[in-house]
C-alpha cells in the first residue's frame, strides 16, 4: 500500500474518532447545535419557572455530519490514490 | 359616643374600599424572570426559545377579577432560540419580520368564569392578539395569582411594602394565520406554535 493512501486511510480513522469524541464530550446533543444553552431556574417568591441562557457551545449532528462528510472525502481520495504497477518480467 | 361609632364604621369602610380597589401591576420585571415560551414542532427536534422583553400593565382587583384589565407587549426581537443561526432566520423578514413588526402584543377584553380559591383566580382572557402585524381575537384559559404584601421580599428589601400579580397561561396559534410563511415548509416546521406564560407584575406601594 502506497505511503499516501495509508496516510488518508489513517486520516479517515483520526477524524470519524476525533468527531465523534468532541461531540460526545460537549454532551452528545441529538439536535442542532446549540450557541446558547437553556436552564430552567425558579423564582422562589412567584413559583415561575423560567428559562436563562448559559453562553457555550454544544455541537449538535451538523458538526457529526461534517466529520463524517470529511472523513468521507479522505476516503475517496484514498481510493483514488493509485497502487504502484508491478512491473512485467516480460516487458 | 354615637360620633365614634360612626368614625369606626367610616374608617372600617374606607379601609375595605381601599383593599378592594383595583391595583395596576408593572409587568416590566426588575429580575427580568419575565418571559414567553414558544415552541413548534420541526424536523429534527422541537423548536423552543423564549421572549424576554417583557412589558405592560393590567389592572387587577382581587374583589372583582372579572373587572382586570390590561395589556401585555412583547419586545419581538427580544425572541431567543439556542441556535443562533435558527434565530437569525427567526427574526428575520422571511419569518416574523421584527424590524417592521416590533411588538408581539396580547390585550384584555374581558375576563369570563372567573373563579378563585384561595388567593388564585382561573378564567378564560378573551382579547385581541398581535402577532407579525395580524390582529385576531383568543380566548385563553389563565390562572392569576395573588400575592399580597410579596413585592419587597421579591426585591430583597422587605421593607418595601408592595403587592404582585403573577399571570399563568397557554395557548396555540397557527402560524400561517398570522402570516408567517402561510403554507409554506409545513413539512419541516410545524403550522402550531404552542405559547406559555408566567410572568409577574409589581405593583409597589409608596
Given at each position: 500500500?502506497?505511503?499516501?493512501?495509508?496516510?488518508?486511510?489513517?486520516?479517515?480513522?483520526?477524524v470519524?474518532?476525533?468527531?465523534?469524541?468532541?461531540?460526545?464530550?460537549?454532551?452528545?446533543?441529538t439536535?442542532?447545535?446549540?450557541?446558547?444553552?437553556?436552564?430552567?431556574?425558579?423564582?422562589?417568591v412567584?413559583?415561575?419557572?423560567?428559562?436563562a441562557?448559559?453562553?457555550?457551545?454544544v455541537?449538535?449532528?451538523?458538526?457529526l455530519?461534517?466529520?463524517?462528510?470529511?472523513?468521507?472525502?479522505l476516503?475517496?481520495?484514498a481510493?483514488f490514490v493509485?497502487s504502484?504497477?508491478?512491473?512485467?518480467?516480460n516487458s | 359616643?354615637?360620633?365614634?361609632?360612626l368614625?369606626?364604621i367610616l374608617s372600617?369602610?374606607?379601609?375595605?374600599?381601599?383593599q378592594?380597589?383595583?391595583?395596576?401591576?408593572?409587568?416590566?420585571?426588575?429580575?427580568?424572570?419575565?418571559?414567553?415560551?414558544?415552541?413548534?414542532?420541526s424536523?429534527?427536534?422541537?423548536?423552543?426559545?423564549?421572549?424576554?422583553g417583557?412589558?405592560?400593565?393590567?389592572?387587577?382587583?382581587?374583589?372583582?377579577?372579572?373587572?382586570t384589565?390590561?395589556?401585555i407587549?412583547i419586545?419581538?426581537?427580544?425572541?431567543?432560540v439556542?441556535n443562533?443561526?435558527?434565530?437569525?432566520?427567526?427574526?428575520?423578514?422571511?419569518?416574523?419580520?421584527?424590524a417592521?413588526?416590533?411588538?408581539?402584543?396580547?390585550e384584555?377584553?374581558?375576563?369570563?368564569?372567573?373563579?378563585t380559591a384561595?388567593n388564585?383566580?382561573?378564567?378564560?382572557?378573551t382579547g385581541?392578539?398581535?402577532?407579525k402585524?395580524?390582529?385576531?381575537?383568543?380566548?385563553?384559559?389563565?390562572?392569576?395569582?395573588y400575592?399580597?404584601?410579596?413585592?419587597?421580599?421579591?426585591?430583597?428589601?422587605?421593607?418595601?411594602?408592595?403587592?404582585?400579580?403573577?399571570?399563568?397561561?397557554?395557548?396555540?396559534?397557527?402560524r400561517?394565520?398570522?402570516g408567517?410563511?402561510?403554507?409554506?415548509?409545513?413539512?419541516k416546521v410545524?403550522?402550531?406554535?404552542?405559547?406559555s406564560?408566567a410572568?409577574?407584575?409589581?405593583?409597589?406601594k409608596?
Amino acid at each position: 500500500m502506497p505511503p499516501l493512501k495509508r496516510l488518508l486511510l489513517v486520516s479517515v480513522l483520526a477524524v470519524l474518532a476525533a468527531t465523534a469524541s468532541y461531540w460526545a464530550a460537549k454532551g452528545a446533543h441529538t439536535g442542532w447545535s446549540q450557541n446558547r444553552v437553556p436552564v430552567s431556574k425558579t423564582d422562589e417568591v412567584t413559583g415561575i419557572v423560567f428559562t436563562a441562557y448559559e453562553d457555550r457551545f454544544v455541537p449538535g449532528i451538523e458538526v457529526l455530519g461534517a466529520g463524517g462528510l470529511a472523513a468521507t472525502c479522505l476516503l475517496v481520495a484514498a481510493i483514488f490514490v493509485r497502487s504502484k504497477k508491478l512491473s512485467s518480467p516480460n516487458s | 359616643m354615637k360620633k365614634h361609632i360612626l368614625t369606626v364604621i367610616l374608617s372600617a369602610s374606607l379601609a375595605s374600599v381601599a383593599q378592594a380597589a383595583p391595583t395596576a401591576f408593572d409587568f416590566k420585571d426588575p429580575k427580568g424572570v419575565n418571559a414567553i415560551q414558544f415552541s413548534l414542532d420541526s424536523m429534527l427536534e422541537p423548536i423552543a426559545g423564549t421572549a424576554g422583553g417583557v412589558a405592560g400593565t393590567v389592572t387587577f382587583d382581587p374583589a372583582a377579577p372579572g373587572a382586570t384589565h390590561g395589556k401585555i407587549v412583547i419586545a419581538a426581537k427580544s425572541l431567543v432560540v439556542p441556535n443562533a443561526t435558527m434565530n437569525e432566520h427567526l427574526v428575520s423578514p422571511v419569518w416574523l419580520d421584527v424590524a417592521t413588526n416590533p411588538e408581539i402584543v396580547f390585550e384584555l377584553v374581558k375576563l369570563e368564569g372567573a373563579t378563585t380559591a384561595g388567593n388564585v383566580t382561573s378564567a378564560t382572557a378573551t382579547g385581541k392578539f398581535t402577532l407579525k402585524g395580524v390582529t385576531k381575537e383568543i380566548k385563553v384559559p389563565v390562572k392569576l395569582t395573588y400575592l399580597a404584601d410579596a413585592f419587597g421580599k421579591r426585591i430583597n428589601k422587605p421593607e418595601v411594602k408592595g403587592d404582585l400579580l403573577v399571570i399563568r397561561g397557554e395557548f396555540t396559534v397557527n402560524r400561517g394565520e398570522y402570516g408567517i410563511q402561510p403554507g409554506k415548509n409545513e413539512d419541516k416546521v410545524n403550522t402550531e406554535v404552542k405559547i406559555s406564560l408566567a410572568i409577574v407584575g409589581s405593583a409597589p406601594k409608596a
